[in-house]
Structure formats: C-alpha cells, structure tokens
C-alpha cells in the first residue's frame, strides 16, 4: 500500500487478536512499528516473530490510561518522529446496568476513552512537527448500536467516535487525519468465551454468514493509514460482515 | 542569542504578520489573532529553535503575552 513503507507508527494493544493482526500488517507494508502492550513479556511472541521475518518492530511496553506512563514512552520516540497511531487497546468489563459496579464502569472509561485522550495529545504533538499524521481509533459495532451489558463498553466506544469526528475538525489544517475503524463481531479472545447459542444467533444476524478475522480488520487500518485514504477524515467505516449499515 | 527576536521571528513568520508589529507586551490571541493550532505550532517551534523540554500545560496557560513566552525561554535555556 503507497506511502506505508518506513512510516512510523505506534500501535496500542498490539499483544493479541486485532492489534497483533494490525502490526503483522504495517510490518508487511515495510512500515516501523511501536508495538505496546501493559507488559513487555506479552509482545515477546510477536518480538519473536518479528525477528524471524525482519520486520521493522519495536516493543514499547506502557499503560495506555496512565498519563506518566504515556508520556514516558512518547518520550522514548520522539526523536524520531512519529506519523501514525493505532488507538487498539481495549477492554470489556460486561454487566446489566443494574449490578455493574462502579470500578468495572470507571476501568473501562480510563482504558478504552481517557487512553484516547492520552495518546492523542502527544502523538499529535510529534505529528505537528511532522505537519503529517494518521490517526485511527478502533471502536466498536456496540459503540454505534448499543448492546444489553455493554453500557459501559459502548458509552466508552460511542465517545471516541465523538472524539474521532472533533478531533478530525481540529487538525483538518495541519493535514492530520483522524478515523475510526468499527469492528463488529471478529474472532479474537474478546468473542470467544461467547456461549454457543449466541454465538449461533449472532452468526444468523451477519449477513455474509461468518464471523470476521483480526486480518479483515488489519486491512482497513492499513488503507486509512496509507496515501490511498489522504481525502477521508472523521470517518467511522464499519467492519462488520453487514451486520448494522 | 537574542531570545525576543528570534521569538518575534518566529511569531511573525507563523502568523504571517510584520515583525514590527509585534511587542512584548501583545498577546498571543487577542492582539496577534493566533488561534489555537498556531499557538501550538510556535510551541513546537519554540521548543526545537531552543532545545528546551517539552512545555508543560499548566506552564502553557500561563503564557499569555509575547513577554511570558520570552521569561520562559529565558529560564529553561540550556
């Protein structure tokens, strides 16, 4: 894809499932990517694999909703610049409303928004150097739907499509882009403990008939990145084999 | 290194106005129209002309005037 070879670009939650299919991607296109994960021991397989196949990887482990953190490691690699960042990292703490307790509600705030909020400054900072950026944040099909015990989950998905949309308007002018990449339901650890029947009632609501893998998801992220998306901002492009439109 | 003129310098060439216009005591957004995202470019500008650390937010707000820029940079210099 143009424009990705020896672009810089960091990736949160790049350990497992659609962050690790995303790295594998960008490292194919030749791009150098930061790969983060809260610890270091979890990128070790993808490390590993990195070395086998040269790809231009580099682990940069930090907590993505901890601001020391953060700033630490956007510390790290300023220097050399930085022209993407792949908002990945996200967790799930599912309950009905009515005994969700307030930790699980404020875990998933700070990890899956305030860490939007966090990244993003300072990677835009490094991107203002560069008068050149991509952002693209991983959202979810619950963020534009809702889902029965997800209040927390899609409230903190359905914000950092408003915060994709504002801050596409921001830096409109200093030729950053800023996208979202939906994904409905994929096959990583996230879906896999789902039971069976509703595994099964889901599948009979996909219209193309199968669950989605972490690379058709990787794919998209890729496109937003390279040159071929330069015209798209504040975009949220569904990846969910038509199962909401 | 003349610190004020080379911050006026860089003011002047972001905002696209005359140098001459621009004093110690003008601020930023209300008598030199900067908005936002130019204040940030001359942030960054200031801190790689000068070699300082990144600016801290609550020192940023602070920063009102062309003069409390020039005490900053002043202080931090290496």
Known sequence: ?245 | MDVEKELIEIIAKRLKIDPSIIKPESRFVEDLGADSLAVMDIVIKIEEKFGLDEIPDEELEKMKRVKDAVEYIKKHIG
């Open chain 1, 1 to 245: 894809m143009k424009g990705l070879k020896d672009m810089r670009i960091l990736v949160t939650g790049a350990s497992k499932g659609i962050g690790r299919a995303i790295v594998e991607r960008l490292c194919n296109e030749g791009a150098v990517v930061y790969a983060n994960a809260r610890k270091e021991e979890s990128l070790l397989p993808l490390v590993e694999e990195g070395k086998k196949k040269n790809w231009k990887c580099i682990p940069l482990p930090f907590d993505v909703s901890k601001k020391d953190e953060v700033k630490e490691a956007f510390k790290k690699i300023k220097d050399e610049g930085l022209q993407g960042l792949v908002n990945n990292a996200g967790i799930r703490k599912d309950a009905l409303l009515l005994m969700m307790k307030e930790e699980d509600w404020d875990e998933i705030i700070e990890v899956n928004l305030k860490s939007i909020y966090l990244c993003c400054k300072e990677g835009v900072r490094l991107m203002m150097r560069g008068n050149y950026g991509r952002i693209v944040n991983i959202v979810s099909v619950a963020g534009e739907t809702g889902n029965p015990g997800q209040t927390n989950y899609s409230a903190s998905k359905g914000g950092v499509i408003a915060f994709t949309k504002s801050l596409a308007r921001e830096l409109a002018p200093k030729n950053i882009t800023v996208n979202a990449v939906s994904p409905g339901f994929i096959k990583t650890s996230m879906t896999e403990n789902l039971p069976e029947e509703v595994k099964k009632k889901i599948m009979e609501s996909i219209p193309l008939g199968r669950f989605g893998n972490p690379e058709d998801v990787a794919g998209v992220v890729a496109f937003l990145l390279s040159e071929d998306a330069s015209y798209i901002t504040g975009e949220v492009i569904k990846v969910n084999g038509g199962l909401y439109m």
